[in-house]
């Protein structure tokens, strides 16, 4: 068998410029790559938690097509932050800030059964082949009063605005081509497909369900709270 790998490689750039003390601004985008056979402790394609126990290594034919891109791998991650601080008086301070972030997808895969181990074992195509989830972009706003009180103390209230545009964004589909048991196509392309059989030679049941969404962005929200510091 070969040996487990998981390998990133990260790019990251960070801007950043403080007006007057009043405003602030912060801006980040990094560009990471992680490829490897193996998800880690959790089994992505599978949704199987088991630490030191997931199938990934159990039979040597469980890890064709499984070097690629794995599901934590998400190229782009951008974020931008601004903050207004406005004093009130000579203990308050009113603060206004706004989040946009854009993350790439996850790779969506192909998978079918095997006969031992059952159902979305078996990467019918490459890790990835199937292309990627949409990118997910959020626009989030804050509005907070902090007061400073004797003795070290503060308090603050806080009103966060989640998701201000309301998007409903797909985040994970259905990667189950198949549960029938398959065999892996070595290499192959979505075009390859069409040649795939079960081990007896007939042609498998497809999933009428491939690709389909089976989670959204959570919608926009209102989030209130406070906070005692000393």
């Known amino acids: 068998l070969p ?16 007006l007057a003390g009043r405003f602030a601004f912060v801006a980040s985008y990094s560009y990471a790559r992680t ?10 394609h599978n949704g199987q938690l088991a630490p030191g126990s997931t199938t990934a ?19 782009h991650n951008l974020k931008l932050y601004g903050v207004y601080r406005q004093p009130l008086g000579k203990h308050g301070r009113l603060s206004l ?9 996850r790779p ?26 949409p990118t997910l972009t959020q626009l989030d706003l804050s509005l907070r009063y ?10 603050e209230v806080f009103v966060d605005l989640l998701n201000v545009l309301n998007q409903r964004t797909v ?11 398959v065999a ?11 040649r795939l059989r079960t081990g007896d030679g007939s042609l498998p049941v497809l999933n009428p369900n491939y690709g389909a969404p089976t989670a959204y962005q959570p919608p926009l929200a209102l989030r209130l709270g406070g906070r005692l510091t000393f």
């Open 184 to 194: 892996p196509i070595l290499n192959g392309q979505l075009a390859d497909l069409t």
């Open 108 to 133: 969506i895969n192909v998978l079918g059964a095997h006969p031992y181990f059952g159902a979305r074992e078996v990467f019918v195509l490459p890790a990835g082949a199937g292309g990627r989830t």
């Open 57 to 75: 290594f159990d039979q040597g034919d469980l890890l064709t097509n499984r070097s690629g891109p794995v599901a934590t791998d998400r190229p």
């Open 171 to 181: 985040t994970n589909v259905d990667d189950e081509y198949t549960a029938s048991p």
């Open 146 to 155: 902090e007061h400073a009180l004797p003795k070290r103390v503060g308090v």
């Open 3 to 18: 040996r487990g790998q998981r390998t990133t490689h990260a790019m990251v750039l960070t801007a950043q410029r403080e």
């Open 35 to 44: 490829y490897g056979n193996y998800d880690g402790w959790f089994s992505g």
């Open 97 to 105: 800030s706004a989040v946009f972030t854009a993350v790439s997808g």
